[in-house]
């Protein structure tokens, strides 16, 4: 099973930025598609953004303009860079990948709190 480590989480004030980032412990060229999601409390997991091996990326229409999802096969990482953030934006955000032979795995997750 391909491991996640993921970090960047943290507590940040509306309007402010952070980055989140997840490295698998496989081949980053071996990674399908690279997904983030997030959980916020006493709602279900949604899918945050997606970005395939081709580097094509989609949205969840309440993140669109606002998050960037980007592949650094250098650093065999995925980033999810997120600004302007809101209240709403508050949850446990997890990296989930697929392979090219179909395996799927997720991290642990990373709190990203948006407070003032």
């Known amino acids: 099973q391909v491991q996640l480590v993921e970090s960047g989480g943290g507590l940040v004030q509306p309007g402010g930025s952070l980055r989140l980032s997840c490295a698998p412990s496989e081949s980053i060229f071996s990674m399908r598609v690279m997904r983030w999601y997030r959980q916020a409390p006493a709602k279900q997991r949604e899918l945050v953004a997606s970005?395939?091996?081709?580097?094509?990326?989609n949205y969840a229409d309440s993140v669109k303009g606002r998050f960037t999802i980007s592949r650094d096969n250098a650093n065999n990482t995925v980033y999810l860079q997120m600004n302007s953030l809101k209240p709403e934006d508050t949850a446990v955000y997890y990296c989930n990948v697929m392979t090219t032979d179909l395996r799927g795995s997720w991290g642990q997750g990373t709190q990203v709190t948006v407070s003032s």
């Open positions: 970005i395939t091996n081709y580097g094509s990326a």
